[in-house]
């Protein structure tokens, strides 16, 4: 068995970090469905404005609002503004064929993409 990308939301823009909030990741409900993500699934987030990488779960955003919001303590190292990947992972025996949204800089849904290595992003 071995670890492989489920789905992906590509170059997402953190919309508010609230370290007063108990903990996750708030992500629009609209986005979670376009990129299979269910609520307290576990999830690594990549923020490609500083490099740092954490591990969190997801809470449901209001669908159509575009949030990407960091909280508790993933809003120290994720700040509002940051691009950001979301990605969640599958054990299994093949690959699975992954889920890779790509929005725009209002977290709006523009195209899936098929993603090759060494190809570049959007």
């Known amino acids: 068995m071995r670890f492989f990308l489920r789905s992906k939301i590509h170059n997402a ?5 609230n370290a007063d909030y108990v903990g996750s990741l708030t992500i629009d409900a609209d986005l979670m ?39 508790g303590a993933a809003s120290h190292l994720i700040k509002k503004g940051h691009r950001v990947i979301i990605m969640t992972f599958e054990v299994a025996r093949k690959a ?3 889920r890779i949204v ?3 800089r209002r977290n709006r849904f523009v ?3 098929n993603e090759k290595p ?3 992003a959007g």
């Open 96 to 98: 699975p064929r992954s």
């Open 111 to 113: 195209k899936f993409l």
């Open 13 to 17: 823009t953190v919309t508010d970090a």
């Open 102 to 104: 790509l929005v725009d």
């Open 33 to 71: 469905e376009k990129a299979d993500i269910v609520e307290h699934e576990k999830v690594l987030v990549v923020d490609n404005t500083n490099g740092a990488r954490l591990e969190t779960y997801v809470i449901r955003g209001e669908r159509g609002s575009g949030d990407i919001c960091a909280n």
């Open 118 to 120: 060494g190809s570049p």
